[in-house]
């Protein structure tokens, strides 16, 4: 597994660090899922540039679908069919950048049990002020969907609020026109 692209911040390392110690009973850490490389979040072996533009998301991935799929997530970080990184391929296309260009984390860095399980606010919190705060390097962050602007919010982070890529009732077009909207103006 490579790791992000620019040189490591003292904040980024202590990010990775944080991610290792943190735990909460119930779920998964990515090193029980074998997942722990020089990152903070796998997403970030495309998209970990650390001065690029940030975009956070409530969560990685579930548990049983990282298991399932460890060969392409090893490799990628991510898994370029599931709707959440057509939507932000095609955000990256109508900027003009590349997953290299760009920051993706999630709020919460522990993997859930089970496909979409819900994430008590109080642990999405916890993870983030545990690990993500770490991340933000100076960054004005776009937050991707209700839950992890809700944790910004709550730890009065400057950033700006957009839909999550998944985000039902909408083209996946209109989708990313709004998502390339908000990354224009942080």
């Not at 490799?75 to 069919?81: E, F, N, S, V, W």
């Not at 950048?97 to 999630?106: A, E, G």
């Amino acid at each position: 597994m490579t790791r992000p692209a620019g040189r490591p911040s003292e904040g980024y390392r202590r990010a990775i660090a944080a991610r290792r110690a943190f735990s909460l009973p119930g779920y998964v850490t990515l090193a029980q899922a074998g997942f722990d490389g020089d990152y903070v979040s796998p997403i970030q072996i495309e998209a970990g540039n650390l001065t690029g533009p940030m975009l956070i998301s409530k969560d990685w991935l579930d548990a049983p679908s990282a298991r399932a799929n460890r060969a392409e997530l090893e490799r990628r970080g991510t898994l370029p069919g599931i709707v959440y990184n057509r939507v932000i391929d095609r955000v990256l296309a109508l900027l003009g950048l590349s997953r290299s260009d760009i920051y993706i984390t999630p709020v919460f860095h522990l993997l859930v049990p089970r496909r979409s399980s819900p994430i008590p606010a109080a642990h999405a919190r916890a993870c983030f002020d545990a690990v993500g705060r770490h991340e933000l390097l100076g960054r004005r962050p776009v937050a991707l969907g209700h839950d992890a602007a809700r944790v910004l919010q709550h730890f009065a982070i400057p950033h700006v609020a957009t839909i999550h890529p998944s985000r039902r009732g909408l083209g996946l077009e209109a989708r990313a026109a709004r998502i390339a909207h908000a990354m224009e103006a942080a």
